[in-house]
């Protein structure tokens, strides 16, 4: 061997036992720890009937707060698209009548581009952009990757323990 | 008498090919228990029809064949395995005799065989062929290192076989595997009475059907896939077989060299009608294979690989000189013990 390692260096190797030695029974304990295994509760999930549910503190895929009377929160300021690593978010403002006076006309995340880093809900200003505990994303077409609005906007309800988490972690 | 044996043949190929496939659901999901997994329950109730989409998948496959490949012996190759895998169930009894009407039937194929003992250690030497040349033919270095590697241990383990068995022969003074597994009739099966042969046959055993720890010829992070590297769909799908017919295979021979074959004890004191002892024989039997089995399939998930020195060492160095000690006591006990 060219190098030394812990398994050939015998200033750290232990001196095997006589009983250790002779092989045998150290086979019978390790058969014996196995068959202790084949009784142990099993860890796997039974996947598509037994689903996770993730804590407040998962970030799954973002989404937009839509308040009680169905318009959303966001402001159209722009900041997510400017903080996201990788360009994933577009948004395009316009003028409203409402108390916000302004609101996206278009907001899309391209959830191929998404790296769940959470930036974007960091840098909200509005708490209008928050990270859902949705984990299963998958497309047949890259053109279905992009959600719109449609997709995007979901009610303050279904985030509330989002929300409330991150009240939490401010203070 | 043909026909016979015809039949015969058809029911133990049926009933082994179904077995095999089953075996390697068994190693799936013991697998799977042993690493606190559930294993394969999707296809069928309880995943029991994973066997058939394996088989279904594998047919499916492309047949690759390398473009350096010898072209005959790469195809003969996994033939050679199979049929030797398969044609020692050929001599092992199965079961007592079974008087249908004024017949009765012997429950081997080959039951006229005297030289049962010797016919099984000849296959087991041939089947190292068909590995060593799928590993040389496949013209691809880790086939041929799985090849030679696989001679090599055959080899070296073939002898501490050898000497294992000669205790039972030695014990019950036949190389008949009728009249071993009469000898062991009373009760006393050789497992008793030679221990350190049982050991000896036992361990060579997971060397000769290249299971864990002694799988080196198929090695797979130093060998990618060993002998059967560049075979693909059917061809690998025989190699497969034909490995895991060797263990049912191992587990038969040693049921009846030294587990008593289909002797239970106490049952003949039942008073049963020789029919149904029959049957019972052969559930026997089968239980006992299936207990081996599970031991095979147990130690490949609990032991780690050995390094290539340390099963020479562990083949020549301390099977051998206690194969010999073996003989000697063996003979010791038939000489003084068994008066």
């Known amino acids: ?171 | 008498m043909v026909i016979e044996a015809l039949i015969k043949i058809a029911i133990i190929l049926f009933v082994v090919l179904t077995a095999v496939s089953y075996t390697v659901l068994l190693e799936r999901w013991i697998s799977a228990w042993v690493q606190d997994r559930i294993g394969p329950n999707r296809v069928g109730p309880l995943g029991l029809l994973q066997p058939l989409a394996d088989v279904l998948k594998l047919l499916l496959k492309e047949d690759i064949e390398p473009r350096q490949a010898q072209k005959w012996f790469h195809w003969v190759a996994p033939v050679i395995s199979i049929t030797v895998a398969f044609t020692v169930l050929s001599v092992v009894p199965f079961g007592n005799t079974l008087t249908l009407g004024t017949n009765t039937i012997p429950l081997t194929i080959a039951s006229g065989i005297n030289i049962g003992v010797l016919f099984i250690v000849a296959l087991a030497s041939l089947g190292v062929y068909g590995i060593t040349l799928a590993g040389w033919s496949s013209g691809s270095k880790y086939s041929l290192l799985g090849g030679l590697r696989s001679s090599a241990q055959m080899i070296s383990y073939e002898l501490t076989l050898g000497l294992g068995l000669l205790s039972v022969v030695m014990l019950s003074g036949s190389l008949d595997l009728n009249t071993i597994i009469h000898s062991q009739a009373n009760g006393l099966w050789n497992i008793v009475r030679a221990p350190i042969g049982f050991l000896l046959f036992f361990v060579s055993s997971f060397a000769e059907t290249n299971r864990l720890p002694f799988d080196l010829p198929e090695a797979e992070p130093e060998l990618v896939g060993g002998y059967h590297t560049e075979y693909s769909s059917m061809k690998f799908a025989l190699f497969f077989l034909a490995e895991y017919a060797n263990i049912i295979t191992a587990s038969a021979v040693i049921t009846v060299l030294f587990l008593g074959g289909w002797h239970l004890p106490f049952v003949s004191a039942l008073g049963l009608s020789p029919l149904v002892l029959t049957i019972v024989g052969v559930l026997a039997f089968a239980l006992k294979v299936l207990g081996l089995l599970f031991i095979f399939i147990w130690v490949r998930w609990s032991i780690p690989r050995f390094r290539y020195d340390q099963l020479m060492n562990l083949g020549w160095k301390v099977l051998l000189p206690l194969g010999i000690v073996n003989i000697v006591w063996s003979a010791f006990e038939k000489m003084y013990l068994m008066q």
């Open chain 1, 1 to 171: 061997m060219a190098y030394t390692t812990k398994y050939n260096n015998p200033a750290v190797q232990r001196k095997l036992t006589l009983w250790e030695k002779l092989y045998l029974p150290e086979i019978v304990r390790g058969l014996l720890t196995t068959f202790k295994h084949l009784f142990r509760p099993k860890f796997t999930r039974q996947y598509p009937e037994e689903r996770w549910d993730p804590p407040a503190s998962f970030r799954g895929r973002p989404v937009l707060v839509q308040e009680e009377n169905g318009v959303e929160r966001c402001v159209a300021c722009g900041l997510c698209s400017r903080v996201c690593p990788p360009l994933a978010i577009e948004v395009r403002a316009s003028e409203t009548e409402l108390l916000k006076e302004r609101y996206p006309v278009v907001f899309e995340i391209n959830m191929l581009r998404c790296i769940f880093c959470g930036y974007c809900e960091e840098v909200c200003p509005e708490e209008a952009i928050v990270m859902s505990k949705e984990y299963e994303l998958s497309f047949r077409d890259p053109s279905e990757g992009i959600f719109g609005k449609d997709k995007l906007l979901v009610p303050k309800a279904q985030v509330q323990d989002r929300l409330d988490y991150l009240a939490k972690m401010r203070n």
